[in-house]
């Protein structure tokens, strides 16, 4: 009895292996290649250091409305965030309020200014580019994220220059809030668009997409960990098949047993841990701060109390922007450059330090110590940069004691909050970035090695799939020609 339920169990093995196979074999041979591209092209963003680079230095002599007026106008005591810049050739306050929504206000009049025109847009985005056009976009294939609805609708604001640049202009903000190229368009057809499945129609869906992701890859999983079993179950080292061989198939079975055994493993962990991606069941909480964590570390600052005849004092020669950052029941005035932030505090005298950064983080932790605080100059396990994605050094990190086990990364130079990390998010530093992404002490350091290690088991895991995948056609051919 036993027998024949162990020989049964193995032939629904082989037969559920193939089938599978047969029907996710194209999405593991479509993650692998588009994995891949993603290691050198990465999905379109706006980085910090583009938005500053496309914006002109703050005309000084144009401001005229104090900040606390500003917030007046836009009807907000503390905002999430909140910072002067320029929008076209007009100085503009930017303030994002706590139910997400924005206000722009002029800096010139002190009035809350409407929605951005094409001309506009043309003006902010397209300047020197005689043959820049203009299209009204509400959502596409490169801002179908829900990180962009309040920002909606977009102008696009397409170059006509050389590199098919095209920027996307806010009609809320009148800003630009992402760039994209032909080439990097290009490449991320083939590369996070297919990788993700990111379909547009499919993707404005976030749940449905979500739900999708996690039966096809947990699909894929089974089909990736039933290959794994029958490939060990099948080898023979001690007691060898006929004429010395290890594996009894043939042809082109016989490469897909080999190739599975030299790189099941690292196929098999790269789909699991695409499914533990998708957060399953919510086991992971998310990495980006919640906001009763910003309100508690922000406070309850003060007027800022100065009118605008003494902001430019806190502005280096090439400041782009004034951030007023909340820490700690505090006011601090943060001006950017493409060199990097400088912060004072609104008194113009005061330093942000790792300390005071300490006492405001620790009220959004009511009745936990703070375990340990640490500047990191140097990368580690748990704060490391990510194929073209460099993480900021120093960094702050500060551990806490509270049912969580908590960890905040915190940006020193400008005390923004980088990253929670909670005890299931050091968890899924192990299940998803170390298998998925080869986030691995001895790779992230090494650059090189990186790359290398990942193209070695991406090429295994290629024959896998592609062997696989000419071997269930002609299995389903027969079939269907039966």
């Known amino acids: 009895m036993k027998g024949r339920l162990g020989k049964a169990g193995r032939r629904w093995l082989l037969l559920f292996h193939r089938w599978v196979g047969i029907a996710a074999g194209p999405f593991f041979a479509l993650w692998i290649g588009s994995g891949l591209v993603m290691l050198y092209v990465p999905f379109p963003i706006l980085t910090g250091a583009e938005r500053l680079e496309r914006l002109a230095p703050i005309a000084w002599d144009q401001v005229a409305v104090a900040p606390d007026a500003a917030l007046a106008a836009g009807g ?3 905002p999430v965030a909140f910072g002067l810049e320029m929008r076209g050739e007009e100085p503009v306050y930017r303030i994002t309020r706590r139910d997400g929504t924005w206000a722009t206000i002029s800096a010139r ?8 025109t094409s001309a506009e847009a043309l003006r902010v985005a397209g300047a020197g580019f005689p043959e820049a056009r203009v299209e009204l976009v509400w959502r596409d294939q490169w801002t179908v994220t829900a990180r962009y609805d309040p920002l909606r609708p977009f102008l696009k604001v397409a170059l006509g220059d050389t590199a098919g640049t095209e920027l996307y202009v806010s009609a809320i903000t009148g800003a630009v809030v992402l760039d ?9 057809w083939v590369g996070s668009v297919a990788h993700w499945i990111y379909l547009t129609p499919l993707r404005a869906q976030a749940e ?5 992701l996690l039966w096809l890859s947990g699909l894929a999983s089974l089909g990736a960990l039933s290959g794994l079993a029958i490939g060990i179950w099948r080898l023979r080292v001690r007691r060898p098949y006929a004429r010395g061989a290890v594996t009894p198939y043939r042809g082109l079975a016989r490469w897909h047993h080999l190739c599975g055994l030299a790189g099941g493993i690292g196929l098999g962990a790269f789909i699991v841990s695409g499914w533990i991606s998708m957060n399953p ?3 992971f909480t998310s990495l980006r701060p919640p906001a009763d964590l910003h309100m508690a570390y922000a406070g309850t600052p003060p007027a800022l109390g100065f ?3 003494h902001l430019g004092d806190f502005a280096t020669p090439d400041t782009r922007a004034l951030r007023f950052v909340a820490i700690g029941g505090r006011w601090w005035v943060v001006a950017e450059a493409p060199d990097g932030p400088r912060t004072i505090g609104a008194d113009g005298a005061t330093a942000l330090d790792a300390g005071t950064i300490a006492v405001a983080a620790m009220q959004g932790f009511p009745g936990a110590p703070l375990r340990a605080a640490r500047q990191l100059s140097a990368y580690d396990a748990y704060w490391y940069p990510h194929g073209t994605d460099p993480r900021p050094l120093p960094v702050l990190r500060l551990r806490f004691g509270d049912a969580a086990s908590t960890w905040l990364h915190i940006d020193p130079r400008d005390g923004t909050i980088l ?4 005890r299931s998010g050091r968890i899924n530093r192990w299940l998803f970035d170390a298998p998925h992404r080869l986030d691995l002490p001895g790779l992230t350091s090494n650059r090189a090695r990186h790359d290398a290690a990942q193209w070695v088991l991406n090429l295994l895991a290629a024959g896998i799939a592609l062997t696989g995948i000419v071997s269930g056609w002609r299995r389903l051919r027969r079939a269907l020609a039966a």
């Open 281 to 283: 069941n919510r086991w």
């Open 109 to 116: 009049s002190g009035r809350e200014l409407g929605p951005a």
């Open 419 to 422: 990253q929670r990390l909670d």
């Open 76 to 78: 907000v005591d503390v």
């Open 180 to 188: 994209t190229s032909r080439v990097e368009r290009g490449w991320n």
């Open 208 to 212: 449905m997409w979500r739900t999708i």
């Open 307 to 309: 009118d605008a005849r």
